[in-house]
Each structure stands twice: as structure tokens, then as C-alpha cells.
């Protein structure tokens, strides 16, 4: 199986995937950088509090964090749907599969090659972002591994997912169920934070189901909780109105529900492995 | 590099044969691909798999490697039962859809084909060197893939194939982006294999390819063998010509007991007369007065005798279709 881990990270490097996602990563680095550098002086021109400050970057660290979780989703579906289904449909597997190469093996080989070239993107990413923010402003949030963490389990599930997927269907249409399940999933988070606000708990109920279903809406506030810093929990705490905010978690994800996404992932794999036995080459 | 740890490996020193089936059947929803394949090849023998396109050639080889699974039938490969892994140890596979990761140079595939195929670590230099030379790809061993040519990645599957020196090699229709010094290659390997003691099953539909190469034949056509056996078997000496003078008319006449015969110059045409009965024939002809310069004995073509054996069939299939409704068409 380390095989095909290895010819998965090389084709991810060889294929310029990898230096695809480095140029993306300066030209959103050097973006937001100035764009941070250029909030700070103003409002400390302006006289602004170092609490409204705090809360202000807080907030725009998490939007960041969330173009950030998006290009990852999409990364993560569009690199994992073709990897098996376009090797599949090329005849690349067909030669692979007439070894004594176990499908399991083939499956997970790549989902494990994979989820390393994205885990490694997003620490690279991440550290290179949050470090370039505290340097220009002075803001660190208050867990940045955990927020990196739980961003780049948020784009393996998805990975899963779409790398699964594949082992049945064409790549496109892979990639395509991925994105529409990655947007679904965080609208019912938005609807879950509504209807929190509005006392609906059968949208609340809704939101918590998805969450379950496909658990990276669940991911996405942990990332979120990471990267509050106390005084948006106090101020939160304080303004009712700020627990219906889609950018807000009140608390962080559950050991349940930690141990629910281990398993989730886990079982998403086995159904991918006995699908792929049985398709026919 | 998971080299040695693979399955365990097969033994396949006995005397069973390489490929063995028995009314291997394949049903892809309402077509029947593969309608009770009973086959079996020996070690060390060349076996030509031969059929029209959609005949099931590339359905069986599948079944075979464990690609697909069959509907109904059994079948052992290498001993192993269809579909086992410790079969594909001692296996090599050419694809008819021959496709390599283009993002590769050609010794990295072939690197992790000797990984995949649990080839020892120690031997990969001289198996990658000597698969590359044998292909006639050597100097292009560390371009990429992607920069071949079909015929140039026909011949990169051929060397994986040969990787690991398998007991059996399976090869779809090996030269069909091969111009005439690629075919020409290609018989040579497959020489080689059979010099080596290695079983080659070759599917193809091209008659004078495996008229060339191989020691046995099956004509395959919609799903089911038509016909089978060594050349010399399926192929009937049909006829034989001698290159006569001094007979006449009343002679022939007496030369009438080994059949019809017929007469184009000097040339004597027999139509009937059996390999063993030829000498009796000559030494009758000699008998009788006539100077023999030449005998020429002609077995059918194979191109003859498939166009025969799938002829018949299609047009019994045609008119058994044109049947008025109602009306059974001719018995199978």
C-alpha cells in the first residue's frame, strides 16, 4: 500500500498540483496580509479599542479561515474525485489491479497519499497566514493548531468522500456531488445558527442531522471556536444576537462528535472499499 | 515498498495446467458476453485466442485476472482459483486498453510494476534494463510517458508484462498500435517466452499473427468456442498438387480411386487425398508411368477456416433472424 501512497503524493507534485496550490497560497497570503496591515492603521488611526480591535480581527481572521476552508474543499474534491475514477476509466488501474494489489490497498493507498499532500498544504498555509497576521498586526488567536486541525479535517472528509465516490462514478460527477454536499452542509449550519436565534428547534434539529450526515459543517465551528479569542465569547455571552452570527460557535465540537467523524470517515472508506470490489473493470 | 509482501507465492511446478475453465459464463445486464468458456492451457505453450471484435476475447481475459467476476462457471489460473491473488504474482498482463501514468518515465512505471508485482528489490535494475532493452525502449527509459506514442506505450506494456519472470503472460491483442517491425518484435517475444517455458495466452483477431506464434488455437465467437485444437488439427490438409508428365487420359482414369481429381497443365490436383495417403498416391502416379517434379501438399488457411466457422454462424444468426414469427429458424 505505501506504493501507491508514494505514486500518490509524486503524481500530486508532478501533475503541478502542488505548485498550483503554493502560487494560490502567496497571492492569498500577500492579499490578505495588506489588507490586514491596512485595517489595523486605520482603526488605530481612527482610535479604536484594543478590545474592538481584537473582536474586529477576530472576526476577520474567521473569514479568512472560511475562503481559506473553501479553497480546501475544493481542492480536496477536485484532486480526490478524478484519482481513482480517471485511473479506472483510463486503463491505468486495469494493469495496477492485474497484480496482487488488493483494491482495499488501492483505495486506501491513495486516500492515505492524498490526505497527506492536503494536510500538508493546510498547515503550510495556515502557519504561513496566521504567521504573516500576527507580524503585520500583532494578533494571534487563541489556537491556531487547533483551527488548522480542524480545517484539514474538514477538506479529508470531504476527500473521502469524493476519492469514494469516484470508485463508482465518473470523476465529474464526483466532484460535483462533493461541492453540492460541501454547500449544503454549511447552509444547514447557517440555518442551524437561525433557527438557534429565532427558538426554531426544528431547524435546529435539521442542523444537528447534517451534521451527523456529513460531519464538516460540525468541523467548520471547531475551527471557528479555535480562532475566538475570549473576549468575542464574552462579548457573545453578553449580545444574544451574536449567537445567530454563522461566524460564531459558542462552544467547541463535542468528544462525541470527534469520535463520531473518526468513525464516520472510517466507514465512509469501508462502504468506498466493498463498492470498489465490486465494480467491474 | 511492499515487495515481498504480497500473498505467499503459488506453486506451480505441478503438472496442472495454466489456465484451466469450465463453462465460464458472463452476462453484462441483457448481453451475454461470454456463453460457457471451456478452456485449457498447458505450460510452455502458446495459445491464440481468436475471434471477431465483441466475440468475448477481452471479457475471458478479465475473468481470468480477477478484473471481472463471473456470472456463472470456474476456472483456475496458475492452480488458483479466478479472481485469487497469488495467481497474479506469477502473471503478466498486456491491457487492450494499454494505459501507464503519463506522469511517469518509463522506468518508474516499470519500478512500480516490479513493486506491485512483489518483484525482489535486489533484481529490479536488471528487470527494468532488461524489459526496456527487450522492448527496444532503452534509450527512452527516462522520458515520460506522456511523451510517447501509442505504439511506444504498447511496447512500455509489453515490458511490464515481462516483469518478474512470470509463469503466464496475458496479452490483448499486443500489436495493434505496432507497425511491422513492432509485430515482428512481438513474435520474437513471444518466442522467447515459450523457449522460457512460459504459458502466453494471446488474444487477437489478427489470423496471421497467430497462425505465426502459436501452438494451439481457440476460435471464439459470440461467447462460446467454435472451434479448438493445435493447427495441424483444426486446419485440414485438404488438398495436394503434383507437378506431373507422361500420363494420359487413360491413366488419370485409373488414378480416379484417390477422388475427384483435375488437371491445370502439368499440374495434377487432388482435392481429397489425407497426409497419409500421399505417398500411396505419388508412388501410384510413378506406377502408372508419370514423372513426378513436384508435390505440393495445401492446408486451409486459418483465415479460411475462421471465415468459415464464423461465417456459418452469422448467417445462421441471420436466418434464424429473418424467420418469418412463429417459425423456428435452423437448429443451433
Not at chain 1, 500500500?1 to 497571492?27: G, K, S
Not at chain 2, 498486456?94 to 506491485?116: D, G, I, K, N
Not at chain 2, 499473427?209 to 494451439?216: G, L, M, W, Y
Request: hydrophobic residues 50%.
Amino acid at each position: 500500500m505505501m506504493t501507491i501512497v508514494r505514486i500518490t503524493v509524486l503524481e500530486a507534485a508532478r501533475r503541478r498540483l502542488v505548485w498550483a496550490l503554493v502560487a494560490l497560497t502567496i497571492v492569498m497570503v500577500v492579499l490578505t496580509g495588506w489588507g490586514f496591515e491596512r485595517l489595523v492603521t486605520l482603526a488605530r488611526g481612527r482610535g479604536v479599542s484594543e478590545l474592538q480591535l481584537t473582536v474586529g480581527l477576530s472576526q476577520t481572521v474567521i473569514l479568512v479561515a472560511f475562503m481559506f476552508s473553501f479553497v480546501l474543499a475544493m481542492t480536496a474534491a477536485f484532486f480526490a474525485a478524478p484519482a481513482l475514477a480517471a485511473d479506472i476509466d483510463s486503463g491505468v488501474a486495469q494493469a495496477m489491479l492485474a497484480r496482487p494489489l488488493r483494491r482495499s490497498q488501492l483505495l486506501l493507498g491513495k486516500w492515505l497519499g492524498l490526505s497527506i499532500v492536503i494536510a500538508a498544504y493546510a498547515v503550510a498555509a495556515g502557519v504561513v497566514e496566521l504567521a504573516v497576521i500576527r507580524f503585520l498586526t500583532g494578533y494571534a488567536p487563541p489556537d491556531p493548531a487547533g483551527a488548522v486541525g480542524y480545517l484539514t479535517a474538514e477538506a479529508i472528509a470531504l476527500l473521502t468522500l469524493a476519492l469514494v465516490l469516484g470508485a463508482r462514478l465518473p470523476g465529474i460527477a464526483s466532484g460535483a456531488i462533493v461541492v453540492a454536499v460541501y454547500g449544503l452542509a454549511w447552509v444547514a449550519g447557517v440555518m442551524g445558527a437561525v433557527g438557534a436565534f429565532f427558538n426554531t428547534p426544528a431547524l435546529v434539529q435539521a442542523a444537528e442531522a447534517s451534521r451527523v450526515l456529513v460531519p464538516i459543517d460540525g468541523l467548520w465551528r471547531g475551527a471557528v471556536f479555535s480562532l475566538e479569542p475570549p473576549a468575542v465569547l464574552f462579548v457573545a455571552a453578553q449580545e444574544s444576537r451574536f449567537q445567530g452570527n454563522p461566524f460564531f460557535a459558542g462552544e467547541p465540537p463535542s468528544a462525541a462528535f470527534l469520535a463520531w467523524t473518526l468513525l464516520w470517515v472510517a466507514a465512509v472508506l469501508a462502504v468506498g472499499i466493498w463498492a470498489f470490489r465490486r465494480r467491474e473493470i | 515498498m511492499n515487495h515481498g509482501a504480497g500473498p505467499a507465492p503459488l506453486d506451480t511446478t505441478d503438472s496442472g495446467p495454466a489456465i484451466e475453465t469450465t463453462g465460464l459464463t458472463k452476462r453484462y445486464g441483457g448481453v451475454q458476453a461470454l456463453a460457457g468458456l471451456t478452456m485449457r492451457v498447458e505450460h510452455g505453450e502458446v495459445f491464440g485466442f481468436l475471434g471477431p471484435n465483441g466475440a468475448g476475447k477481452t471479457t475471458a481475459l478479465k475473468l481470468l485476472l480477477g478484473l471481472a467476476t463471473p456470472t456463472s462457471g470456474a476456472g483456475t489460473v496458475l492452480g488458483a482459483p479466478l479472481g485469487d491473488r497469488r495467481a497474479r504474482r506469477n502473471l503478466g498482463y498486456l491491457p487492450e486498453l494499454f494505459r501507464y501514468q503519463p506522469w511517469m518515465r518509463a522506468r518508474e512505471v516499470l519500478a512500480l510494476h516490479c513493486s506491485l508485482a512483489g518483484v525482489p528489490r535486489a533484481t529490479w535494475s536488471t528487470e527494468i534494463s532488461d524489459a526496456l532493452d527487450v522492448v527496444g525502449l532503452t534509450e527512452r527509459g527516462d522520458d515520460l510517458v506522456g511523451t510517447f506514442s501509442k505504439g511506444m506505450q504498447q511496447r512500455l506494456g509489453l515490458g511490464v508484462a515481462l516483469l518478474g519472470r512470470p509463469q503466464l503472460v496475458l496479452l490483448d491483442e499486443p500489436t495493434s498500435a505496432l507497425d511491422p517491425v513492432g509485430r515482428q518484435d512481438v513474435r520474437r517475444i513471444i518466442r522467447g517466452l515459450r523457449e522460457r517455458g512460459v504459458a502466453v495466452f494471446l488474444n487477437s483477431h489478427l489470423l496471421a499473427e497467430i497462425e505465426r506464434v502459436c501452438d494451439r488455437v481457440a476460435i471464439v465467437d459470440r461467447g462460446r468456442v467454435v472451434a479448438a485444437g493445435t493447427l495441424d488439427e483444426l486446419l485440414a490438409v485438404r488438398a495436394v498438387r503434383v507437378r506431373v508428365t507422361g500420363l494420359g487420359p487413360v491413366e488419370l482414369a485409373r488414378l480416379e480411386r484417390f477422388g475427384h481429381l483435375a488437371t491445370d497443365g502439368e499440374w495434377l490436383a487432388a482435392a481429397s487425398v489425407p497426409p497419409d495417403e500421399v505417398p500411396d498416391f505419388v508412388a501410384a502416379i510413378v506406377a502408372a508411368g508419370g514423372r513426378v517434379h513436384a508435390v505440393e501438399q495445401r492446408r486451409e488457411t486459418l483465415e479460411e477456416r475462421f471465415f468459415s466457422l464464423v461465417a456459418r454462424d452469422a448467417s445462421r444468426e441471420a436466418a434464424a433472424r429473418s424467420a418469418p414469427a412463429g417459425q423456428a429458424g435452423p437448429p443451433p
